[in-house]
Nanobody, 124 residues
Framework: QVQLVESGGGLVQAGGSLRLSCAAS????????MGWFRQAPGKEREFVAA????????NYADSVKGRFTISRDNAKNTVYLQMNSLKSEDTAVYYC?????????????????WGQGTQVTVSS
């Protein structure tokens, strides 16, 4: 069982930056690929970024490439999402998710555990 808790969301102006964190419980964090997804009002949940369990592979949605960076610190059981050059269309609830021995899938059905989400609002 893995519990995930996101933090770092908030209100930011367009062009600004935020760093989201996702803290995981358990001693097997390093064996999970971690992903970030987001859901805007009235829209389906969509993939944002993922990092493999080894940290060697990352994957990004086209809409965030070059602006967002995913990273992990296995010693702290934490995955991060650095978001730069934020746009109003980035406004959503952001969720982290864990996938046992995953490679960083873009499909939310591959993930075994989910956090409760953190709100990111970008004002234009």
């Amino acid at each position: 069982q893995v519990q995930l808790v996101e933090s770092g969301g908030g209100l930011v102006q367009a062009g600004g930056s935020l760093r989201l964190s996702c803290a995981a419980s358990g001693r097997t964090f390093s064996m999970y690929a971690m992903g970030w997804f987001r859901q805007a009002p009235g829209k389906e949940r969509e993939f944002v970024a993922a990092i493999s369990w080894s940290g060697g592979d990352t994957n990004y949605a086209d809409s965030v490439k070059g602006r967002f960076t995913i990273s992990r610190d296995n010693a702290k059981n934490t995955v991060y999402l650095q978001m730069n050059s934020l746009k109003s269309e980035d406004t959503a609830v952001y969720y982290c998710a864990a996938d046992w021995l995953g490679g960083g899938s873009t499909r939310n059905g591959e993930y075994d555990y989910w956090g409760q989400g953190t709100q990111v609002t970008v004002s234009s």
